[in-house]
């Protein structure tokens, strides 16, 4: 498994993984629900917990990450041109790159056909959302699989929530066509160049995007007798 | 007493409204409309060892045209909600609703935008099933209330009053966030 490269040898070499982690702190959460304004019976109101993300790796990566790294640096300096990948990030053992939002399907492209990176399956994208992480509120994350190296990196593509425009690669990654229509209904993220991009779940009429962290959860009050209990988002918060 | 003790042996005497209450009780024909985890339930329910054959309601059909019992075994989302109406609309009367499990009687866990609180929103239920999800034996015990239910059903201008009756009687009804005592 490439998963955890700290205890595999692939291309003979033994892969060990950047220990040296600075994390990066985009917001803290106080509480444990998110509510506030209200009573706090249960004491954990003191909770804070940062919404922390691990800053760019320096070189050397460590094992096979160098490589696709190096290799990619060459291919996209031949074509695309310096800057498509802004930074890459070694964490647990995993290599996420982080690209620029325009350029992601050139990137893409060349992570498919050369010989030297071969990362023929897009195995799915997803969305978040950060709504504190300001102009890069809405990232799309990519995880690519080459079978024919065993290799697993993931692509990180960030978009600020004011112009959620992120380059389709349905032209690369036929599978990305459902991926990347799951992604806009839930997030909103508009991936131009898509040949039809429709909502995927929700019904064709519905008005927002659900899975961002400012949509409301929604919920109709409960009636028991005598009593009232408001929908989960308006009950009274433990924090 | 009357015109049974002339009868020869062999004949009873029954009303109009008994015996087309006896045969639609006696041959459901269910839709099948499995949605969620209920939806095994039901299946184990129509399985040998519940064997819903007894109560003549084995054959699961996949036309709502043939079907006359929709048992709505899950919960029901937003975009499901315009699909399930119109496979109640399709089928043929009489027919009848059954709630399967608190998902969809009330929304039950899943008080939140996606989901229909309650398939009573879309489509008149008869038979409400608590249970997340209810056991076979509570689907049985459904089945058999609706039976009774079906049995003892009116025709005619009976039908029309009953109808009136009933709702006479919902309109009436205390709302549950005005009743009084313990949570029963």
């Given at each position: 498994m490439t998963q955890d490269p700290s205890s595999t040898a692939v291309g003979g070499e033994e892969v060990v993984p950047s220990t040296a982690r600075t994390l990066e702190v985009i917001d803290v959460r106080e509480g444990m629900f998110g509510v506030h304004g209200s009573g706090d019976t249960s004491g954990y109101g003191g909770l804070q917990r940062p919404v922390a993300m691990p800053e760019a790796s320096a070189r050397p990566y460590g094992g096979w990450f160098d490589e696709v790294a190096d290799r990619l640096e060459q291919v996209l300096g031949e074509s695309?041109?310096?800057?498509?990948?802004e930074s890459a990030v070694v964490d647990r053992g995993e290599l996420t790159l982080h690209v620029s939002r325009e350029r992601v399907r050139d990137v893409c492209q060349h992570l498919r056909d050369d010989a030297g990176l071969r990362f023929e399956l897009c195995s799915g994208i997803s969305g978040v959302h950060y709504p504190h992480d300001a102009g890069r509120e809405l990232h799309a994350v990519y995880h690519l699989l080459s079978m024919t190296h065993n290799r697993r990196i993931r692509l990180e593509v960030a978009a600020p929530e004011s112009d959620p425009h992120i380059a389709s690669v349905v032209s690369v990654y036929p599978t990305a066509d459902w991926h990347e229509r799951e992604t806009y209904d839930f997030f909103g993220i508009v991936f131009d160049g898509h040949p039809a991009l429709t909502r995927i779940l929700m019904p064709d009429d519905w008005p927002g995007h659900p899975q961002r962290k400012d949509y409301p959860l929604g919920g109709i009050p409960v009636e028991y007798k005598g009593a009232t209990i408001p929908p989960p988002d308006e009950r009274r918060s433990y924090s | 007493m009357g015109l049974e003790e002339k009868l020869p042996s062999g004949v009873l005497l029954t009303t109009v409204e008994g015996l087309a209450g006896y045969f639609r009780k006696a041959s459901f024909w269910p839709a099948t409309f499995g949605l969620a985890c209920c939806a095994i339930e039901m299946m184990e329910f129509g399985a040998p060892k519940y064997d819903s054959s007894r109560f003549g309601m084995e054959v699961f059909r996949a036309s709502p045209r043939q079907a006359d019992l929709m048992i709505v075994a899950g919960r029901v989302s937003q975009k499901m909600a315009p699909v399930l109406r119109q496979i109640y609309d399709q089928m043929p009367g009489p027919k009848y609703v059954l709630a399967m499990g608190v998902c969809a009687s009330s929304g039950g866990m899943f008080n939140n935008y996606a989901i229909v609180q309650g398939v009573d929103h879309i489509v008149p239920v008869d038979m409400y099933l608590p249970g997340c999800p209810p056991r076979p034996e509570m689907l049985i015990d459904a089945v058999m209330k609706l039976h009774t239910k079906i049995q003892d059903t009116k025709l005619g201008a009976h039908r029309v009053a009953e109808i009136a009756a009933d709702e006479k009687v919902a309109l009436e009804a205390v709302p549950t966030t005005a009743m009084k005592g313990l949570l029963r």
């Open positions: 695309v041109g310096a800057g498509a990948v | -």
